[in-house]
C-alpha cells in the first residue's frame, strides 16, 4: 500500500537553484496539498489543488509554483531557492471524506 | 474558516487521560471538526473527526457539546509512544478539496 510518495527523501540544493519536489498518490483522491514545516513549528499550507488542471495558493504560497495535470501528480516548483526554504515538505491528498493522507516528507536544506 | 485556539502544550504521565480542549468560536455549519497526530520526523496522521455530540474510535474519542465552538479530544491511558503533536481542524467536508489550514497544534508529552 504506498499512498503519498513522496521525492526526494532529503536534498541540499545551493541558493540559485531550481528543484522540483515529487508528489504522487495512488488512491484517486480529488484534492492534494503541499505544506511546509520548520523546526519546532506547525505545517503551513503553500498551495493546494482542489482537481486536476486547478491549483490555489494557499497561506504561503510566494517562491513556489505547482502544476496538476493529472489525478496523481503534484510537484512542487522552487524556480531560484533561496535559505528561507529550508523545511521540511509535506504533500497530502484528501478523498471526499475529507480526511487527510500524508507523505513522508522532503527535507530539503538551501544553503 | 474558522480559526482555532490550542494549549501550545501539555504534560501527562503514562497511564492517564488527557483531554486536549480546542476553541473554534466561528465554527460555520457545515463544518467538522479533524484531530491529527503528528510524531517526530513523520506527516500528520488523521485520529478522529465529528460534527457534534460525542463520537468514539479504537484510539480517541472526541466530545462536542452543543454549541459546537468547542471540542475535546480524549485519548485514555497514555503511554510514551502517546508523546506527539495534535492538530485541531475545522473545515467543510470538501466535495474536491479545499484550503486545509493548520494550528500550531498542541505538543503532549507523556512522561513515565
Known amino acids: 500500500i504506498a499512498g503519498i510518495t513522496q521525492a526526494p527523501t532529503s536534498q541540499i540544493l545551493a541558493a540559485g537553484r531550481r528543484m522540483t519536489l515529487r508528489c504522487t498518490q495512488d488512491?484517486?483522491?480529488?484534492?492534494m496539498y503541499w505544506y511546509r514545516q520548520d523546526l519546532g513549528l506547525g505545517l503551513r499550507l503553500i498551495h493546494y489543488s482542489n482537481t486536476a488542471g486547478t491549483t490555489g495558493k494557499g497561506e504561503v504560497p510566494d517562491g513556489y509554483s505547482v502544476s496538476r495535470a493529472n489525478t496523481d501528480d503534484f510537484p512542487l516548483t522552487l524556480a531560484s531557492a533561496v535559505p528561507s526554504q529550508t523545511s521540511v515538505y509535506f504533500c497530502?491528498?484528501?478523498?471526499?471524506?475529507?480526511?487527510?493522507?500524508f507523505g513522508e516528507g522532503s527535507r530539503l536544506t538551501v544553503l | 474558516l474558522a480559526k482555532t485556539t490550542q494549549p501550545i502544550s501539555m504534560d501527562s504521565y503514562e497511564g492517564q487521560e488527557v483531554n486536549i480542549t480546542c476553541s473554534h468560536n466561528?465554527?460555520?455549519?457545515?463544518?467538522?471538526i479533524t484531530w491529527y497526530q503528528q510524531f517526530p520526523s513523520q506527516g500528520p496522521r488523521f485520529i478522529i473527526q465529528g460534527y457534534k455530540t460525542k463520537v468514539t474510535n479504537e484510539v480517541a474519542s472526541l466530545f462536542i457539546p452543543a454549541d459546537r465552538k468547542s471540542s475535546t479530544l480524549s485519548l485514555p491511558r497514555v503511554s510514551l509512544s502517546d508523546t506527539a503533536v495534535y492538530y485541531c481542524?475545522?473545515?467543510?467536508?470538501?466535495?474536491?478539496?479545499?484550503?486545509?489550514?493548520f494550528g500550531a497544534g498542541t505538543r503532549l508529552f507523556v512522561k513515565a
Open positions: 488512491m484517486r483522491h480529488n484534492a
Open positions: 466561528n465554527i460555520a455549519t457545515n463544518d467538522y
Open positions: 497530502a491528498s484528501s478523498g471526499l471524506a475529507g480526511e487527510l493522507f
Open positions: 481542524l475545522v473545515g467543510a467536508i470538501p466535495r474536491g478539496g479545499f484550503k486545509t489550514i
